[in-house]
Nanobody
Framework: QVQLVESGGGLVQPGGSLRLSCAAS????????MGWYRQSPGKQRELVAT???????NYADSVKGRFTVSRDNAKNTVYLQMDGLKPEDTAVYFC?????????????????WGQGTQVTVSS
């Protein structure tokens, strides 16, 4: 079973930066998409940024130009460089990985989630 181990997060001032890291461990098979979601109190979990194994990226409009997602395929690790942080970015950030498995004849996928790490941007 894949586990996503996160690091980073913390308290920063507006305009500051943080770098989140997340590495897949355990019974890792083939991982296609990795990325980050976030959730604030009273809100549903929302996409922040994703990146495929081919380095195609997708960002939420609210973070474009400020956040950069990257990955190391060999290490099954995804990163999120967050610059120009705003109070609105305050949330619990969850690492995400889409695991692909099964025979070619019948491919399956599994969504894996990290434990979450708190990012707080002070006023």
């Amino acid at each position: 079973q894949v586990q996503l181990v996160e690091s980073g997060g913390g308290l920063v001032q507006p305009g500051g930066s943080l770098r989140l890291s997340c590495a897949a461990s355990g019974r890792v098979r083939s991982i296609n998409t990795m990325g980050w979601y976030r959730q604030s109190p009273g809100k549903q979990r929302e996409l922040v940024a994703t990146i495929t194994s081919r380095s195609s990226t997708n960002y939420a409009d609210s973070v474009k130009g400020r956040f950069t997602v990257s990955r190391d395929n060999a290490k099954n690790t995804v990163y999120l460089q967050m610059d120009g942080l705003k109070p609105e970015d305050t949330a619990v950030y969850f690492c995400y990985a889409q695991e692909i498995y099964g025979p070619v004849e019948r491919v399956r996928s599994n969504d894996c989630w990290g434990q979450g790490t708190q990012v707080t941007v002070s006023s």
